[in-house]
């Protein structure tokens, strides 16, 4: 199905009956999921136009459930309250929804004593939203010396840290060492440069690449393909080396997919990596006590994909402990992740204004922000819903792109998108921008990287990065002897 609002439905001039039933589809849209249903069970469906609206209904029915997950937690009266304190473009993440998500992950995993989610640092590394996680009980994982930093300046050190970096420089090894955070080697020939760089700490983490025996995903490609990791035999090798240079607590490492949906990867992940916990300990005698089964939990760009169910996937991994670890009598093995994207995406959004309008072959929506803010669509052509704020009820029945301003062709937000008509001084909000947007911003083309801003729980808003201005962008040149 072709993604966007208004593609769900024909348009009325390929169908006047769905021009007929349009004030009903929007009624529809606006009622709560219960309500809908009712609707359904209870709509006539004697005559031949009551089995239309039947039909109609059932898929306004589910238009409107999958639209219901693409919500906003402002509307465009508080939306334009907060601009006119912090002008567009910005990001603004949600405390409530963070901390609801936070603990859903923390009980999906209740059944294993020591679980914890070492958000990726890299998604958003962002002090206060670090500071919330914190204190819903999760732990980071970074990859870089900014990141171990930003953790040890918020209180986050000793193993609630892993450091699964690749390519590392030393002095990173030296830092995290220092902090006590998890040491996720990358390669086996790391063992020797930790050694010699850091010294060897008692814990040491080994990452696993299946290469061949696991097909990885659309997103991340193929294992075979990926610079990280270790090779199975490897991996045998390097738990041999360890224990014989005196190491005594081991770990054991895997991200094998990137925005997945699918419950079944991550089970199958965690059987993996069970298995291998398995034959370490029968070939090479090392018991693991903790494994990491990455992060790539995906979310629901589009309005129609289904969410993971990570009551599914708790119950999933659960099942393959008590089938594999248990028997083997390596019970308790510590089981943590480290996802990013499920962490903070879905409730951070970007912010930003129509500032023009341009038809040449196609229609174009010039935007504010730019692929600075926010990457991901220029990146990977990925999807990011877009709702024009005050005009959720219309029609989208205008096709458009919506451009930023930096000299790259690739700068859209959106290709061809089914919108409603947008006026210049309309306020646009791209959705699922909490992760890997803010993040990855840089500053090609003069572009500065815009605010971050927190909805707090109580409903109050707080700047939690201001903008970069002209003097950050020039702080590094020296114009003194030109
Ligand atoms: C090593 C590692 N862990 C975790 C993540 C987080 O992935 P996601 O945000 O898809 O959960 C990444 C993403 O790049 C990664 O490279």
Known sequence: MKAGRGSFF???????????????????????????????RTTPTGGRNDRAVLQCDKRCVMKARLMADK?????????????????????????????????????????CDGFQEHFAVKANPNPHLIKILKEEGFGADCSSLAEL?????????????????????????????????????DDISHIDFLEQHAGLPELVCLRYNPGPLRDGNVIIGDPQQ?????????????YRLLKEKGVTRFGLHTMVVSNELQ???????????????????????????????????????????????LEKVGQGVRDVYDQLIRPADLHPLRV??????????????????????????????????????????????????ITVLGKEQEAAN???DVVGSLCENNDKFAID?????????????????????HSMGFQYNGKLRSAELLLKSDGSVEQIRRAETLDDYFATLDFSQL
């Not at 001039?13 to 009903?24: I, L, M, S």
């Not at 567009?88 to 901390?99: G, K, L, V």
């Not at 990926?226 to 090798?237: A, N």
């Open 398 to 400: 205008v096709t458009v």
């Open 71 to 111: 919500t906003l937690p402002f509307d465009e009266t508080r939306i334009r309250e907060i601009i006119s304190e912090f002008p567009t473009p910005f990001h603004i993440y949600d405390e409530t929804a963070i901390r609801e998500n936070a603990r859903r992950l923390n009980a999906a995993f209740d059944w």
């Open 336 to 385: 943590v992740m480290e996802n990013g994207r499920m962490v903070t995406g879905p409730f951070g959004y970007l912010v930003t204004e129509a500032i023009h309008h341009k038809q040449t072959y196609k229609n174009y929506v010039g935007v504010d922000a730019c692929m600075v803010n926010l990457m991901r669509p220029a990146m990977y052509g990925a999807y990011h819903h």
């Open 226 to 238: 990926s610079k990280y990791g270790l090779t199975r035999e490897q991996l045998f090798e390097a």
């Open 149 to 185: 930093i930003l953790c040890e300046r918020v209180g986050l050190t000793g193993e609630h840290v892993w450091f699964s970096s690749n390519d590392t420089p030393a002095g990173e090894f030296v830092k995290a060492k220092q902090m006590g955070a998890v040491i996720n080697l």
């Open 10 to 40: 024909p348009r009325p001039a390929q169908n006047t009956f769905f021009t007929a039933t349009n004030e009903r589809k929007n009624a529809l849209l606006l009622q709560p999921r219960e309500t809908l249903s009712r609707i359904v």
């Open 263 to 309: 419950t079944e990867s991550f089970v199958e992940t965690a059987r993996m990596l069970f298995e291998l916990v398995v034959e370490v300990a029968n070939t090479v005698d090392v018991r693991i006590e903790m494994v990491n089964l990455g992060g790539g939990i995906g979310i629901p760009y589009r309005p129609e994909d289904e969410p993971v169910d």
């Open 417 to 437: 998108r089914s919108l409603p008509q947008v006026d210049t001084g309309d306020i646009l909000v791209i959705h699922d921008a909490g992760a890997h947007g």
